[in-house]
């Protein structure tokens, strides 16, 4: 993209990005437009979907914004009336913007819809059981349609580098345990807001794992300083990851293996309103062989491009949807 161009398309993210911050009476902006362009490829016009208005989320992350901008195109290829609601702070913030039909379409993860929606506290160890779960519970409580859901789970994890790893010895979570039980100077750890408070974050996994949440030294960063901060070991011993962030890759950092099975499965799910999929029960089949071929890998790689190399999520979203054949780049 050459330089006029990008910087065009940072005011628009820009703009996009400040719509979603604005929490007023009316709740959240209407959003903007799809920022590229995509034609038809294996997704063909349907005439169902043909000048139908919606509008799409997501949250305020790198993977969020890129599954947004995935159902974006898809739709577009498919000829709907596609606004851009990408890059809304939080999950609560998203999930309320949903629930008040300010956006209609976005991919959740199961793990959320069940502990930090539906306030469970205990997740289903089992991929598939933990979807049924909470489609079924979403529906019955709030009307909300849960879709087959993609194979790849983004869930948390505890990173460390090489040289922490040496010194400490720690390779499980239990281990970390016992580093902040008996030497919680050793075990300062870095974590993004919402890990810090979350039953599916740092308090559940300390209840989890018997230790004091509040022995080790803990510090809030935002999520993506958190990889730099860990690989240096300075700041930050151990840090709160997401699995599928291509930077676990490029820093070289260790994950701690979940021992006692406490992170949930975290499946990415288009999810929306009852009303809305009862009235275009298309949108679902479009996306389906989409999410089909959101694996681990996929997902990791293409999160890699974008905090790696520095590419938009919007670009790195729609080169794959070019690559797979889905959509064509106009």
């Known amino acids: 993209m050459k330089a006029p161009a990008r910087q065009t398309f940072a005011r628009r993210l820009f703009a996009v990005a400040l719509s979603a911050a604005v929490l007023a009476g009316c709740g959240l902006e209407s959003g903007g437009a799809v920022p590229l362009s995509v034609g038809p490829g294996s997704i063909e016009p349907v005439p169902e979907l043909d000048g139908v208005r919606m509008t799409v989320g997501s949250k305020d992350f790198t993977e969020q914004i890129t599954l947004g901008y995935i159902i974006e195109f898809a739709m577009t290829a498919a000829g709907a009336d596609v606004r851009d609601l990408t890059n809304i702070q939080g999950s609560n913030s998203t999930r309320d913007a949903q629930l008040d039909g ?11 819809g069940w502990i930090n929606y539906l306030g469970n506290e205990t997740p289903l160890p089992d991929s598939q059981e933990q979807y049924e779960a909470v489609r079924d519970a979403d529906l019955e409580a709030n009307d909300m349609v849960w879709a ?9 994890a ?3 580098n090489q040289q922490t790893a040496e010194q400490t010895g720690v390779k499980t979570l239990s281990d970390y345990a016992r580093l ?8 300062t750890t870095c ?9 599916d974050g740092y308090p559940g996994m300390a209840a989890k794992y018997e230790f004091d949440p509040a022995a080790a030294p803990r510090q809030i960063l935002q999520t993506g300083i958190i990889y730099q901060a860990t690989a240096d070991g300075t700041q930050c011993k ?31 799910a288009l999810i929306m309103k009852k009303e809305f999929a009862d009235a275009h029960p298309e949108v679902a089949e ?10 681990d890998e996929v997902m990791t790689e293409l999160n890699r491009q974008v905090d790696v190399e520095g590419l938009e999520p919007a670009e790195v979203a729609r080169d794959w949807m070019v690559s797979e054949g889905f959509v064509t780049a106009e």
Do not use: H
């Open 180 to 187: 902040v039980q008996t030497d919680p100077a050793a075990a």
């Open 238 to 268: 151990f840090g709160e990851v997401f699995t599928t962030d291509g930077r676990i890759i490029a820093l070289d950092l260790v994950l701690l293996e979940d021992d006692r099975a406490f992170f949930p499965k975290y499946n990415p």
């Open 102 to 112: 300010q956006i209609d379409l976005t991919y959740e993860y199961t793990g959320t």
């Open 148 to 156: 087959v859901p993609a194979p790849m789970n983004n869930t948390y």
């Open 158 to 160: 505890i990173a460390m």
């Open 191 to 199: 974590v993004e807001t919402e890990f810090n408070v979350r039953q």
């Open 286 to 295: 479009v996306m389906a062989p989409i999410s089909a071929k959101l694996t």
